[in-house]
């Protein structure tokens, strides 16, 4: 087969083949991350959200790979990063993107609210915050959005023909919204593009008709529940960013 990498991270390539791509993850991903990516991603399809759809799991060049259909286009950073001038259009197309498969009922999914609460309690955060966390959490135990969990730009590519598609499922679970739109601006925040952020979450809650503050009052939970795909200085900022926000609810 002739190999073409179109991707590749740290712990990841992706390879092109035909027209299909194999999602490979090297041998420190533990497999049932994987398996759980394509099951999700399996899942969603089937529900009729706007993602590609996935064949097998197989290993390929020794890594674990999900073998998907390949979507022809480009992905929304790249083209807001090279076309600045069309930034609230794709900014448009981003949040009717997520405001389209959020509600969807045809999804069954794992409840995130028992990840999020083991996430809490072996967070690093002395005991009444996280207390006070869990308490917050409760509220929104019995939520049924489709929260993606690692909804950015780069995970959603133009096709030839203008149609949106979602990547990266390894993250989705039912819950609240509004948790999810924290999470993304936390993203947005986290690599530096706080004028997106910013720019996203007018739109998304002019959208959803959700108030700016009910996302911001999320915030702790979103930096908790994305906290541990980091490595330590990242975790550390996380961490920090965490201590203000409790620092100044306290004033
Ligand atoms: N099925 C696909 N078709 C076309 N391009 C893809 C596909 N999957 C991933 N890509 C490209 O590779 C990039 C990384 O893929 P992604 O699944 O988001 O990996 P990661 O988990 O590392 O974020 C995407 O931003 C996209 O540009
Ligand atoms: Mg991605």
Redesign the pocket.
Same mark, same amino acid.
């Given at each position: 087969m002739e190999e073409k990498v /179109?991707?590749k991270?740290k712990q *990841?390539t /992706?390879y092109l083949d035909g027209d299909k791509?194999i *999602?490979a993850h090297d041998d420190l991903y533990d497999t049932s991350l994987v398996l759980n990516e394509a099951l999700n991603q399996s899942k969603v399809y089937e529900a009729g959200i706007s993602v590609?759809k996935v064949y097998e799991v197989k290993r390929y060049n020794n890594k674990l790979g999900i073998v998907?259909?390949?979507?022809d286009g480009e992905?929304l950073e790249n083209l807001i990063m090279n076309n600045p001038n069309g930034i609230n259009k794709y900014m448009d197309i981003f949040v009717s993107t997520y405001h389209d498969f959020t509600s969807n009922k045809a999804l069954n999914l794992n409840n995130s609210y028992g990840r999020i609460k083991n996430k809490i309690f072996s967070s690093e955060l002395p005991a009444n915050i996280k207390y006070g966390l869990f308490y917050k959490l409760r509220e929104m135990e019995f939520a049924r959005d489709v929260i993606h969990g690692d909804y950015i730009i780069?995970?959603i /590519?133009i096709d030839r023909q203008g149609r949106a598609v979602v990547?990266?499922w390894g993250h989705v679970a039912f819950g609240d919204r509004k948790l999810d739109m924290a999470i993304t601006y936390a993203l947005f925040e986290l690599k530096g593009q706080e004028k997106l952020g910013e720019l996203y979450i007018d739109k998304i809650c002019e959208l959803e008709k959700i108030d700016k503050e009910q996302v911001f009052s999320e915030l702790i939970l979103a930096y908790i529940y994305i906290v541990d795909r980091y490595d330590e200085d990242i975790k550390n900022k996380i961490y920090n960013k965490i201590y203000e926000i409790i620092k100044s609810e306290e004033e």
């Open positions: /179109i991707y991270s *990841k /992706i791509i *999602k590609p998907m259909d390949y979507i992905n780069s995970n /590519i990547l990266d």
